[in-house]
């Protein structure tokens, strides 16, 4: 507000003529005598902002108490202090009480109660007005009633309606809650009656005057009263309701207090934790267990002695209602707290038995390992763990808990060598040897079961075999056969003899095989390896050139019907072609293209009865033969370059000149075999030299056409035949060394695919895989090269299991599985394989097709088969025939793969939002899949999630706390849960209907248990 002095000057200004305030210019200008607002005047007119900001530029008047009062009221954060800097530096009483209260009222309104009342009562009464006395009695009153100093707050409160104002009808009802708090009955009954007719006050008064009669006992009086006030339609009718409920509660007529619970339930968006409590103990005491349930199910996550006992008599329903995945997540809930030891014992010992009836393993080990003999339910505790340590799929668990006993009893021990062999075992059907044969070499090390040490003897053998390590595989093997054991001896045998086969101990190893002959089970023993030990013998007996004999065995494989008949009678022909038995010789390989028409030996069959012919001097019907052969098989045939040079040599004797020529250098052309190239070369000099009499054109077609001189050629033959020599008497790295010189020194050497094939050869002897396999590389670039087939086969197996270059080798299998129709059904595995790392779908479909139909296959090679599929078309988002293949997966096999591939069925369920199925499947795996405990983890988040959804918080809250607690080996897992699971707790925290009691405002918890 502008000050009056000023006013008046700005008026006798205006006044001034224009010719006088033209003669003034100069002195305003210099005496600055215009008007500016101070900071008192922004004050006045309520500019606090601008006031403050004016104070502040004059720095002797930043402490005035307009200036407090201006920061106070724009809520500045300093402003407190800058009123107490002003009360320390004023002399002003009536300035420093209208600071006090500014700074009282500032602490009132933000609830700093205790702050405020010190202030208030600060206060010099002689500076209040009559009304700021009641006020300020009323507030200190207020204050000390927070505090729940009832008889300090009534003190103030009586002081207040002494004076007869404004506050008294408040300082009447607040007189009443003190004496009500104080057990004042009378008192607090006459100061609710002085305000019960008050507006503010109506709807609380009949609750207060009513439970008065509840506090002091009088449920009849309550009741009667409550009726009474719930009929007029005057009271609360909710908080009435709750009176009666009460009272009848206290009354033990439970029917009557849930009638009136019930209706105060429902008028009440929340209940406090007692009020839950009390409708739900009503309902139970009235033997109403499903319509407790929902009561007690909000009080699960009270971290409180009603939120203890609220879960174990949920879990005890849903016991006798035989819901066991309900009662097992509200037993987990009881045992968290520690309100009552009897509770949480027994509670504990509930969630760890149902566990491991409902198959959750890990949890029930766990938690039954961990119960001290204090323990009232101990004893039955270590009958169950001994149980299910026995029973249980779950090794690692069951081995950690067994390592972590102080004092391990015969049987536990015992236990503890089957569990570590089965462990083993599980490990060696999943390919994972080195784990395999850890737990196999701890389980032959604990004292206990010998036969079952017999046993571990055999598979660790099996498993070093594996790894290559021959020594130790033939240490085991040895200690199983001197055992006595005949549970595999059939295998051991077998395996023995390669041992022997491999290191060319070839008379050893045919004794071995004739004796695993004689312990053959036809009931346990694999059919195939029979087939193959007949086939074995005969092909040793051919090395010791006793033919009688190989034939025999090879019959002896044939009337088994074995696998390999087609070889078997191609073997059988040979034999008899060195025995000079021709004709059997014909009757075997025309028994071969008759009965096998698809058989990969055909080519060679019909080679052979070309070169059988030609030994009967039937020259015109070997030609024939000879010619068929190529029409057939085409010069991609590996016989293609003989049957010409074989053409050639007949035409050559018929006297067909022109024809005989032709075919030699057929042969030449096609060629890559150096004798072969020599032959055709002699025979064709010998035509243009000798019978055309032309040496010219010889010369010509040599240097022109064949492309090299006959001296380079003997250079080159002498150069490669020093490394070939090499390989053929077994010096490996001196044929490595030869045969690269040769390659060094002959750019386009007459041999160089003979160098690069047997350096290949050498190596792979020496195990030098990675060299080998790039020789190979070399040859298979040559579709027309006699070594293509071989190095291709070959390069494949490399890249497959040394190199692990699945991209190659699914190229690799790819070409060989093009070459041949019938292959050993390990290639179309690895190639399976090989497409499944790199994601090739064509080739997961094509090789998981072909497995999955065929006949030799293994049950387990046919449930990889289905997983590489169904995992395909989960991606693909094709999930009715993913959960197809995946089905398969669980039909025919229970190892790593089979728990995924539930796990995946749930996933698949859950994403399509079919949440009963996904639910349902979840829990499949976690019971049959123990032995794999990460997709159980991985089921049981996926269960919490499904959980969730439906809104059934605590088997959620359960599920997670599994995983959390149970499977600490993951990291990863653990984290998952733990995320979801503070999430679960946002949503439990939002949709809790459960509200805090409102202290002196409403009415005080009630004791009824």
């Known amino acids: 507000m502008i000050r009056k002095n000023l006013r008046q000057l700005l008026v006798a200004v205006a006044l001034i003529s224009y010719s006088g305030l033209h003669s003034q210019v100069s002195l305003y200008t210099t005496d600055h005598s215009f008007f500016f607002p101070q900071g008192e005047d922004y004050f006045d007119s309520a500019m606090f902002g601008l006031s403050l900001q004016a104070y502040e530029a004059d720095a002797a008047l930043t402490a005035d108490g307009n200036a407090a009062l201006s920061s106070y009221n724009i809520d500045e954060t300093r402003s407190i202090d800058l009123m107490l800097e002003r009360i320390a530096l004023s002399n002003n009483p009536g300035e420093i009480s209208s600071l006090y209260k500014t700074i009282a009222q500032y602490y009132f309104l933000n609830k700093d109660y205790r702050t405020a009342r010190s202030y208030y009562e600060g206060l010099n009464a002689d500076w209040l007005s009559t009304s700021e006395k009641e006020f300020v009695d009323f507030r200190i009153g207020y204050c000390h009633i927070t505090e729940k100093r009832f008889t300090d707050a009534l003190t103030y409160f009586n002081k207040a309606r002494n004076y007869n104002g404004p506050h008294y009808i408040d300082a009447a009802y607040y007189s009443g809650i003190c004496n009500y708090f104080m057990n004042n009955k009378e008192a607090a009954i006459d100061a609710f009656e002085e305000v019960q007719n008050a507006t503010r006050y109506r709807k609380l008064i009949p609750y207060y005057l009513a439970q008065i009669y509840f506090k002091d006992g009088a449920y009849d009086d309550a009741i009667v009263y409550a009726k009474r006030k719930l009929e007029s339609g005057s009271a609360n009718a909710s908080a009435m309701h709750k009176i009666l409920g009460l009272s009848y509660l206290a009354k033990s007529d439970y029917t009557n207090a849930l009638i009136h619970l019930d209706a105060y339930a429902k008028q009440a968006n929340k209940l406090t934790e007692n009020e839950f409590y009390q409708i739900a103990i009503t309902h139970y005491n009235l033997g109403q267990y499903d319509e407790s349930i929902p009561f007690f199910k909000e009080l699960s996550y009270q971290a409180s002695e009603i939120g203890q006992v609220s879960n174990y008599l949920l879990g005890s329903i849903y016991l006798n209602k035989d819901e066991q995945r309900n009662a097992q997540g509200a037993f987990k809930q009881a045992f968290k707290y520690s309100f009552f030891d009897d509770i949480k014992s027994e509670s504990e010992f509930l969630y760890y038995k149902i566990s491991a009836q409902l198959g959750e393993e890990r949890a029930a080990l766990t938690g039954l390992s961990q119960i001290k003999p204090e323990h009232p339910n101990y004893s039955e505790a270590q009958d169950l763990l001994s149980e299910l340590i026995l029973r249980t799929k779950d090794y690692a668990m069951a081995i950690q808990v067994i390592d972590g006993m102080a004092e391990k009893s015969p049987k536990i021990l015992n236990s503890y060598k089957t569990i570590t062999y089965d462990y083993g075992i599980l490990f060696l059907t999943d390919n994972n040897f080195h784990s395999a044969l850890s737990y196999l070499t701890i389980s032959k090390d604990v004292p206990g079961d010998e036969a079952l040490d017999n046993e571990t003897s055999f598979w660790l053998a099996y498993g070093h075999d594996q790894v290559e390590d021959e020594t130790k595989s033939r ?68 090395l010791d050139n006793n033919y009688e004999t190989a034939i025999e065995y090879y019959d002896l494989a044939i009337e088994n019907g074995a696998a390999e008949s087609d070889y078997i009678l191609y073997q059988k022909a040979i034999i008899y072609g060195v025995n000079n038995q021709v004709l059997d010789k014909l009757t075997s390989l025309e028994s071969l293209i008759k009965d096998y028409p698809e058989s990969s030996y055909r080519d060679d069959a019909l080679f052979e009865i070309g070169e059988s012919l030609l030994d009967l001097k039937k020259n015109n019907e070997a030609y024939r033969v000879y010619k068929s052969l190529v029409e057939e098989f085409g010069d991609d045939s590996e016989y293609a370059p003989l049957s010409y040079l074989r053409q050639g040599l007949i035409s050559y004797n018929q006297g067909d000149i022109d024809a005989a020529l032709l075919n030699y250098k057929r042969c030449l052309n096609l060629t890559d075999n150096a004798e072969q190239k020599r032959q055709a070369l002699l025979a064709i000099e010998e035509i243009y030299v000798n019978d ?88 298979i670039k040559n579709k027309e090269s006699q070594f293509y087939n071989g190095s291709l086969k070959k390069a494949a197996l490399i890249a497959f299991n040394y190199l692990k270059d699945f991209e190659r080798s699914y190229q690799l299998f790819n070409a060989w599985t093009g070459l041949e129709s019938e292959l050993d059904i390990e290639v179309y595995e690895s190639a399976l394989y090989s497409a ?149 707790n946002q949503k439990i925290e939002g949709s809790s209907r459960i509200k805090q009691d409102e202290g002196i405002e409403l009415i005080q918890k009630d004791s009824i248990k």
């Open 692 to 779: 055309i009499g032309d040496p010219a054109a010889y010369f010509d077609f040599a240097e022109n056409v064949a492309g090299f001189k006959i001296d380079a050629f003997k250079k080159d033959s002498i150069s490669y035949y020093q490394g070939f020599n090499a390989y053929s008497e077994s010096k490996f790295e001196a044929a490595v060394s030869l045969l690269g010189n040769y390659l060094e020194s002959y750019d386009n050497g007459f041999y160089r695919e003979e160098a690069h094939y047997y350096k290949a050869e050498s190596y792979v002897l020496l195990k030098n895989y990675k060299d080998a396999f790039y020789h190979y590389e070399q040859l």
């Open 836 to 984: 499944f790392v790199i994601g090739a779908e064509e080739g997961i479909i094509k090789y998981g097709e072909y497995i999955a139909n065929a006949p030799e296959a293994s049950a387990q090679s046919k449930a990889t088969a289905y997983f590489n599929m169904g995992k395909l078309f989960e991606r693909k988002e094709e999930y009715e025939i993913a959960i197809e293949q995946f089905n398969k997966v669980i039909e025919l096999s229970g190892n790593s793969q089979s728990a995924e591939a539930s796990f995946s069925i749930s996933r698949i369920y859950f994403n399509e939002e079919k949440y009963d199925l996904a639910e349902e499947q979840a829990f499949e795996t976690t019971q049959h899949a123990s032995n794999y405990p990460f997709w159980v983890a991985k089921s049981l988040i996926l269960i919490g999630d499904i959980y969730t959804i439906k809104e059934d918080y605590l088997n959620a809250s359960a599920a997670y706390e599994s995983v959390i607690e149970n499977f600490t080996e993951n990291p990863e897992l653990i984290n998952a849960a733990k995320t979801q699971l503070e999430k679960l």
């Open 475 to 542: 240490k085991a093997l040895e200690e199983y056969l001197a055992s006595g054991d005949n549970t595999y001896r059939f295998k051991a045998m077998y395996m023995q003899a390669y041992n022997e086969i491999e290191d060319k101990e070839f008379n050893n190893a045919k004794a071995t095989l004739e004796t695993s002959l004689d312990v053959y089970n036809i009931d346990t023993d694999d059919k195939a390896l029979f087939d193959d030990v007949a086939v074995r013998l005969a092909d040793l007996e051919l």
